[in-house]
């Protein structure tokens, strides 16, 4: 059984939209991906990558891809109808009831709980309409933004891939950071609001 994305979610103050390919949303990502360079650069690789509109384009078509098979679909976050960020449930596993969710944020909204809420809704989704059973999120140690999500979220901290990559920004081998929620975990949590 394929998974039926939605194309839109509402959460209490985010709208989530699916980016799918089309030139405006393109141009959208870019110039938010372009006013955010510095802030994005030190743990994503992509940035360095997108460098015009057309990039931001064929990367939309790419990971439709993916979608089209079941294994990734990815929101832009939007409050007030301006896009702030991008979330993505990623190497969906039907089988072991298993994913990813990678996001980013641009600067002028960060510590606002947008992400947290934003995790919170696509979990939802994965949880209770998808069947998935765990829920991942891995991120570089020092980014502590982005741990700070997960632990916000109530994601378990799982352990540490030392130096499992190198980072150009930082010249060094980096650390990742494994985070995870369970079904059962997040029905918990669900008794408790």
């Given at each position: 059984?394929m998974?039926?994305?939605?194309?839109?979610?509402k959460?209490?103050r985010?709208i989530?939209?699916?980016t799918?390919?089309?030139?405006?949303?393109?141009?959208v990502m870019?110039k938010?991906i372009?006013?955010?360079?510095?802030h994005?650069e030190?743990?994503?690789?992509?940035?360095?990558?997108t460098l015009?509109?057309?990039?931001s384009?064929k990367?939309?078509?790419?990971k439709?891809?993916?979608?089209?098979?079941?294994?990734k679909?990815e929101?832009?976050l939007?409050v007030n109808?301006?896009?702030?960020?991008?979330i993505?449930i990623?190497?969906?596993?039907?089988k072991?009831?298993?994913?990813e969710?990678?996001?980013?944020?641009?600067?002028?909204h960060?510590?606002?709980?947008?992400m947290?809420?934003?995790?919170k809704?696509l979990?939802?989704?994965?949880?209770e309409k998808w069947?998935?059973?765990?829920?991942q999120i891995k991120c570089?140690e020092?980014?502590?933004?982005?741990?700070g999500v997960?632990k916000?979220c109530?994601?378990k901290?799982e352990g540490?891939?030392r130096e499992?990559?190198?980072?150009?920004?930082?010249?060094?081998?980096?650390?990742?950071?494994?985070f995870?929620?369970?079904?059962s975990e997040?029905?918990?949590?669900?008794?408790?609001?």
């Open positions: 059984m998974i039926k994305f939605k194309n839109q979610l959460g209490r985010l989530l939209k699916r799918k390919p089309n030139l405006k949303i393109a141009e870019f938010v372009d006013e955010n360079r510095n994005l030190p743990w994503f690789p992509w940035p360095k990558l015009k509109v057309e990039d384009l990367y939309l078509f790419d439709e891809e993916e979608t089209k098979k079941g294994k679909v929101y832009g939007f109808n301006e896009y702030i960020g991008n993505s990623f190497n969906i596993d039907e072991n009831k298993s994913a969710i990678g996001y980013w944020l641009s600067s002028s960060t510590r606002n709980g947008f947290t809420e934003a995790v809704m979990e939802k989704e994965a949880f069947g998935l059973n765990r829920i570089d020092k980014n502590k933004a982005s741990f997960a916000k109530g994601y901290y540490k891939l499992d990559s190198f980072s150009e920004h930082f010249n060094g081998f980096r650390n990742t950071l494994i995870s929620k369970l079904k997040y029905q918990k949590l669900q008794k408790t609001r």
